[in-house]
């Protein structure tokens, strides 16, 4: 009962913008930026502005290259394997390689641990996030009709605000630049905004993927790594960094999180099997609906 009452907010919000999208129709490309260019910073900036930086920070980026590393290459050898075209290997590494930190994973950490866990979330989110939009973009371009350069990713990663904002709050910390009061209360209020609407986003996304015909030995091998290797592979990679437990079950739950729903639109964005990623990412969604209260249990014995 314990697990169902940390999951059941989570999977509450999705269901409203679930249900909103389907009734009303919403903007969702409006929304997701307002949340992404407007809101996640400040949620970055406090976090980086209230936490030490120490060598957490670290073993946290450390985490999560070595993660994205070791299961490109799982789904790269998985995919030749499987003789999938270029378009198709593209759309798998999008699949399986990229996980939902942000939107569902930094959500359920905070109603598992709560506001000490939400800081680390909130940093793996950080570091995801510039993997997914430098290294995600490239290979949705390398697979798809629309090409991009290196020049392009870089340029998008540039634009994100997440970084400046923590680069902002680590700058602040350590020149010991204290906001007043009501500007504090203030940021407070938008950080804190900032993770429902990502949510509601979240919820609004899945309601627009269709089912459509897909290759599904693919969307069964992207699922199959992303769900049960990828969770698996960040248990041994902890076993060699030195972090405490709270820390370890954070990150073990961002790596057991469903497909992102941002690798959605990079493959919409530039024609990289659309239907293949978007699939997947719902599969994975709703398969996250049994694994994620297996992955607490076992994180919280």
Known sequence: MELIGIIAPVLFIFLIGFIGQKLLSFDIKTLSTAALYLMSPFLAFRTFYKNELDSTYLYIAAFAIILLAVLFITVWLTASAMKASRSERSAMILSAAFMNSGNYGVPVVLFAFGTDAFDYGVIMMVFQSILMNSIGIFFASMGGEAQAT????????????????????????????????????????????????????????????????????????????????????????????????????????????????????????????????????????????????????????
């Open 150 to 301: 290196w020049r392009d990713s870089m340029q998008r990663v540039i634009r994100m605000p997440l970084i400046y904002a923590a680069i902002l709050g680590v700058i602040f910390q350590y020149t010991s630049i204290n906001l007043s009061d009501s500007m504090m209360q203030g940021v407070d209020l938008i950080a804190d905004a900032s993770i429902p609407v990502v949510m509601l986003v979240l919820g609004m996304q899945l309601a627009m993927i269709v089912r459509k015909r897909v290759a599904y030995r693919y969307v069964t091998a992207a699922t199959l790594i992303r769900m049960v290797f990828s969770p698996l592979l960040a248990v041994v990679i902890l076993f060699f960094l030195p972090v405490d437990n709270l820390l370890k079950a954070v990150l073990i739950i961002q790596a057991a999180m469903p497909g992102s729903a941002n690798t959605t639109m990079f493959a919409v964005q530039f024609g990289t099997e659309p239907d293949l990623v978007s699939f997947t990412t719902l599969a994975t969604t709703l398969l996250s609906l049994v694994t994620i209260p297996i992955v607490l249990y076992l994180v919280m014995m």
